[in-house]
């Protein structure tokens, strides 16, 4: 039995650009009641910790949070649940590819302050592509009926956006969130994601729900950016040690240990989570050409 047959097609999307071949999922996901957010970012910005954080702040306002890790490295959840999960993958192949012999138990995890945790993983390093992998997902957890059971659902995406496989959260998200620093190759790739968001926008329901500012003490650049392409930064968190160390006691932040550094950047992820469930805004912004990014960025 393929993996892949249950999942996805891969076929021509309209509107998507020509010779754009899109991972494409065949059924209605029925998402409704739940708000689900696909969080993106240059490789290494910080979109776990990010997530992870994000998701304890949901939970902490009394939400029913679901975590999706996309990447096949499957770490996506550690500071969650304290360990390396097992993925998707690997409960299939204990299976042998037969879905129906699976139990929730085999593939969602409990983490801090009752967190529900998916790591999908991914076909070894230079095989396939992982957009299946997140279909199969989804589609497993629909079928458990754990989607509908959940206030909050967040997709943590691996690196930029480069293929349609990479691409594939967005056809289930509300909104997705943009992680970058204050830096030209972060901006570069955001400005990427935002052209793949806007290509999926208009197929999908997914629409921009925000520039998250991480590891970075200034964001004058992001700023200038986001007034550039019409863009809003909804949050900031400064590169700070208790964020590093937090990661080293496979900790989110409402774990550590009390101190006022602690307490500012648990309060933003806070605030954080409570404007994206409250208010809901969504930006339609137009990226940039790569070229005029280029020239756009830097100082006189």
């Known amino acids: 039995m393929s993996i892949a047959s249950n999942a996805i097609s891969v076929k021509q999307v309209p509107g998507n650009g020509p010779g754009s071949q899109q991972v494409h999922m065949e059924e209605d996901l029925g998402l409704d009641g739940t708000q689900v957010f696909a969080v993106y970012g240059k490789g290494g910005i910080g979109k776990s910790t990010t997530s992870s954080n994000l998701s304890a702040a949901f939970s902490k306002l009394g939400k029913r949070v679901l975590q999706i890790g996309c990447d096949p490295k499957h770490d996506s959840t550690f500071t969650l649940t304290k360990r390396l999960v097992p993925t998707v993958i690997d409960a299939l192949e204990a299976v042998e590819f037969h879905s129906e012999e699976l139990q929730p138990e085999d593939f969602v995890y409990e983490g801090f302050n009752g967190v529900l945790c998916v790591e999908a993983g991914g076909p070894p390093a230079g095989t396939g592509c992982g957009g299946y992998v997140v ?141 994206l469930i409250n208010e809901q805004t969504t930006w339609d912004a137009t990226p940039m050409k790569d070229r005029d990014l280029f020239d756009f960025l830097g100082f006189e």
């Open 135 to 275: 279909g199969q997902t989804v589609k497993l957890l629909k079928e458990h009926h754990l989607l509908e059971d959940t206030d909050i659902v967040i997709f943590d995406v691996l690196g930029d956006v480069v293929c349609g496989g990479f691409a594939s959260p967005l056809q289930h998200a509300h909104r997705s969130l943009v992680v970058t620093a204050n830096d030209f190759d972060s901006i570069f790739a955001m400005n990427r994601i935002v052209a793949a968001i806007k290509a999926k926008a208009k197929n999908y329901p997914v629409r921009i729900g925000g520039v998250i500012a991480n590891r970075s003490a200034e964001t004058d650049q992001i700023d200038g950016f986001n007034e550039a392409v019409g863009l809003g930064r909804v949050a900031h968190f400064p590169d700070l040690d208790v964020i590093r160390r937090s990661r080293l006691k496979k900790s989110t932040l409402f774990e550590m240990e009390e101190s006022p550094e602690l307490q500012i950047v648990q309060n933003e992820y806070l605030e954080l989570a409570s404007r």
